[in-house]
């Protein structure tokens, strides 16, 4: 089964980048990092869910969510 997750990672360049899992360029590059995220989340959306994955401008994760209808890997305590 493909995966439908998405990162929203800095661009070399300036900016934010959109990639799918493995992917060497961008599907989208944005001014700010709300609208890749903006994009990442409706992407992985469409595609039937999965994670959206945030770095920061250092490359190192900042935040992860999942993206309905996707099941979340670590569901609240409850």
Do not use: C
């Amino acid at each position: 089964m493909p995966r439908n997750d998405r990162y929203v990672v800095p661009s070399p360049k300036g900016g934010w980048g959109v990639k799918g899992p493995g992917a060497q360029r961008s599907s989208g590059h944005h001014r700010t990092q709300v609208e890749a995220i903006d994009q990442a989340r409706q992407i992985v959306h469409n595609l039937g869910g999965g994670e959206l994955v945030v770095q920061n401008a250092h490359g190192r994760i900042r935040e992860k969510d999942t993206i309905a209808p996707a099941k979340d890997p670590f569901p609240p305590a409850g």
